[in-house]
């Protein structure tokens, strides 16, 4: 059985630079629901090659929006092979799972079917898959996607079946919202711009998810841990901070919101020395202030 999670760490202690590639839909593509912000692929980029001064990294997007995970297998040597990667993660799931706009529709097996070849042309590559469940949609805004849930329970299924990294997007967006208040329960109205397109703070709870189980920046879970996700983590009632000045010369006092974010992972090939040497990660620290402030969003659209 292919071990993804050693490969990675020991891709990421070599010190050697590496290609990662992230594919996907319009929620990887990343445009217009951000509203001009970055979307977290932008981040991942800041996170790679800015606070773990990983510069000799490349982060390449090659996702295109309203695809499903079969046309990139039939796209797949434009999508994925040519750009020789290390690191492959894969965000599919929500165009897939429509009953309206395909006919036939797909069912659940055959989408299982192809994140499993997926997954085994990644491998053959002598890269790492890494695969995304798919977020929640407002489906009394986007009934035809009723069936994300399962689509996203399939891409769990091959994670778990082909010992794959798993980034677990859909269980955290869906408990994003438990305790906003009445009529934000079960729908992540601050994540979203429309039913199912990630906001730019929905981008920032992508990223710090990727992040966390990738292992990138966080001390704590430098070992590629699986969990709910930061989401799962913030206080609601904590001060996120964003009434301090997070520019990038802003001065770095003991009290400011800085200081309390979490500390970079040391090691060979993270570009940080020892951990007390270690910066505060900005684009973390900037992330987890937008997911906290999300929380307390506008009333939902009727």
């Known amino acids: 059985m292919t071990d993804d999670r050693a490969a990675l760490r020991g891709l990421l202690a070599s010190g050697a ?11 990887t593509h990343g445009l217009i629901h951000t ?6 692929v932008d ?14 990294d490349t982060v390449i997007n090659t996702a295109i929006t309203g695809w499903r995970a079969d046309l990139i297998l039939d796209d797949f040597e434009r999508r994925v092979t040519r750009w020789q990667p290390d690191v492959v993660t894969l965000l599919i799931g929500t165009n897939d799972c429509t009953t309206q706009w395909l006919d036939p529709v797909i069912e659940v097996p ?24 798919p977020p929640p949609a407002d489906l009394a805004h986007a009934p035809d996607r009723a069936r994300l849930g399962e689509f996203a329970q399939a891409v769990r299924d091959v994670a778990a079946r082909d010992d794959a990294v798993l980034i677990d997007q859909h269980a955290a967006f869906s408990a994003f919202s438990a305790g906003t208040g009445p009529g934000n ?12 397109h990630p906001s730019a703070a929905g981008h920032a709870l992508l990223a710090l998810n990727l992040a966390e189980g990738l292992g990138l920046g966080l001390a704590e879970d430098s070992g590629l841990a699986e969990g709910p996700g930061p989401a799962a983590r913030l206080d609601p009632d904590a001060d996120s901070g964003l009434d301090e000045d997070l520019s990038p010369h802003a001065p ?28 505060d990660s900005r684009v973390l620290t900037d992330l987890r202030a937008r997911v906290a402030v999300a929380r307390h969003p506008q009333w939902p659209p009727v």
Request: net charge negative.
């Open 252 to 279: 770095r006092t003991p009290d400011r919101g800085l200081a309390t974010a979490p500390r970079l992972a040391a090691g060979p090939g993270l570009g940080v020395g020892d951990e007390a040497d270690v910066p």
């Open 110 to 133: 055959a989408f299982a079917q192809s994140i499993t070849e997926f997954v085994r042309r990644v491998r053959a590559l002598g890269a790492v898959p890494v695969l995304q469940t």
């Open 35 to 40: 509203r001009g912000a970055r979307n977290y």
């Open 43 to 56: 981040h991942l980029h800041e996170l790679i090659r800015g606070d773990l001064g990983r510069i000799q």
């Open 17 to 27: 630079p590496l290609t990662w590639v992230c594919t996907g839909d319009s929620i």
């Open 185 to 196: 329960e079960g729908v992540p109205w601050g994540l979203l711009d429309d039913a199912f």
